[in-house]
């Protein structure tokens, strides 16, 4: 799982979150760094909790409420990075890092009442402009390959293909320069 | 019934032995253990085999233990179809720091290949 390749280029530079935008269905949508609250975590159960399963990606979110809680427990951690989009105090998508080594991976979720409005394409940079402002260098995810919506989400924002042997495709993006004792 | 186990050195194919030492325990399917050449797993062979016997031991079970050599999904198709087994176990894969199950190579070749039913524990 180490030997991923990430791409010499650094992708483009995204504004790191707060920002806020008017979606496709005029919705005021605010994107923001979780603030460590118990609030913003119960509104992420929430939103969790009604999450179509059809949207689930290798597993997760989980399907229980119990489930969701403990997932959310380990990818809220501080090492972690968490950015939400909120319309009012309704969690309309989630975009989280977590730390792998010397990389992050990275998912994103958007509730199905949110999707299809560019939610997932500004979420996705703020995590990224976040992550960048953060110090991380390299960021990796999986996705299905029959998932185009999201391929091409991942594409638009500076992904590359990494592997693509396995059922789930691998990508890969680099935010930062390698330090220079890794003599890149 | 005629139960064939693969199993690597992977955290997933403990975790696949266990559940199925377990049912044969309950059940009295007819357990064959093929220890397989995984070069992402963490454990050797012998460790493997010891822990197999340690475990058959402890559950009183009695089962055929076999090392497979070459190709690891390609051999357990053989092996499961040649010899008329009636369902082939693996590991059910690994879950990525985020929580993505993740599907090994071994498994994937079995899923799409194999004409024996395949179970993947989880």
Redesign the interface.
């Known amino acids: 799982m180490s030997d991923r390749t990430f791409s010499d280029a650094v992708a483009d530079p995204y504004d790191a979150p707060p920002l806020s935008f008017t979606d496709k269905e005029d919705r005021t949508i605010e994107v923001r760094a979780h603030d460590g609250s118990d609030e913003e975590q119960e509104a992420l159960v929430e939103m969790y909790d009604a999450f179509d399963p059809s949207d689930r990606a290798q597993g997760i979110p989980p399907g229980r409420e119990d489930r969701i809680r403990d997932w959310l427990e380990n990818i809220l951690d501080e090492d972690c990075l968490n950015v939400i989009a909120w319309d009012g105090d309704e969690v309309a998508g989630h975009a989280t890092l977590v730390p792998d080594g010397d990389a992050y991976e990275l998912a994103i979720f958007v509730h199905q009442t949110y999707q299809r409005a560019g939610i997932g394409t500004r979420l996705i940079k703020a995590l990224l402009g976040y992550g960048r402002v953060s110090g991380i260098e390299k960021v990796w995810l999986t996705v299905e390959r029959w998932n185009r919506a999201a391929v091409g989400l991942y594409q638009t924002v500076g992904f590359e293909t990494s592997d693509a042997e396995s059922f789930e495709l691998e990508m890969t993006i680099r935010l930062a320069e390698p330090p220079d004792e890794e003599g890149g | 019934m005629k139960v064939l186990l693969g199993i690597g050195g992977s955290d997933d194919s403990m975790r696949a032995l266990e559940t199925t030492v377990e049912r044969t325990a309950e059940v009295g399917d007819d357990l064959t253990v093929a220890i397989v050449d995984n070069p992402?797993g963490e454990r050797s062979r012998e460790e493997m085999e010891a822990r197999v016997t340690e475990l058959l031991d402890e559950r009183g079970v009695d089962a055929t233990v076999r090392a497979l050599d070459g190709e690891p999904g390609s051999a357990l198709v053989d092996l499961a179809e040649n010899e008329g087994f009636d369902q082939l176990v693996l590991g059910g894969g690994e879950?990525?720091?985020?929580?993505?199950?993740?599907?090994g190579?071994i498994a994937?070749f079995v899923l799409l290949n194999s004409h024996v039913t395949v179970t993947l524990v989880r």
């Not at chain 2, 879950?95 to 599907?103: D, E, L, V």
């Open positions: 992402s879950t990525s720091p985020m929580g993505k199950i993740q599907i190579n994937e």
